[in-house]
């Protein structure tokens, strides 16, 4: 294992340590689990963005409605793993950042990726140009 990866295993696990109550489970895991779990997405307004279009190491943004937003900053850590830091943002009436969650997880491009931030759940598949 190389220093790259661990420094990426390091990161995960500390992130996990932040205040955010954040999941990633792969998409047949997810249709997996209990009804009482699913139920329980589908109150938390799961969201299917479609494919997404990311380019290594630029920020994407995406608009959830009401004022939440999600920024997505791919980064290729080969062909077959990508890093992903999600900051999820609200806005108040007046356009003020009131909240901010960031994330980093790691997905495979051109694969379904699930994600629960507090109280979303969005599914999407990222899709990276190099």
């Not at 190389?2 to 205040?19: D, E, F, K, N, R």
């Not at 992903?84 to 694969?111: E, I, Y």
């Not at 379904?112 to 969005?122: G, K, R, S, W, Y």
Request: hydrophobic share 35%; with cysteine; glycine share 6%.
């Amino acid at each position: 294992m190389g220093l790259s990866h661990i420094t990426v295993m390091a990161v995960i696990s500390l992130s996990g340590l932040l205040p955010s109550s954040c999941t990633k489970t792969p998409a047949a895991a997810q249709r997996a689990q209990t009804t009482v779990t699913n139920a329980a997405v589908a109150q938390s307004k799961t969201r299917d963005l479609g494919v997404i279009q990311l380019t290594n190491h630029y920020e994407t943004e995406i608009d959830l409605g009401t004022g939440k937003s999600c920024t997505i900053t791919p980064r290729l850590l080969d062909r077959r793993e990508l890093q992903l830091t999600l900051s999820f943002g609200t806005k108040n009436a007046a356009g003020r950042p009131t909240g901010l969650s960031v994330t980093r997880v790691t997905a495979q491009p051109d694969q379904p990726f699930d994600i629960t931030v507090n109280d979303m759940a969005l599914t999407f598949t990222p899709k990276v140009e190099e």
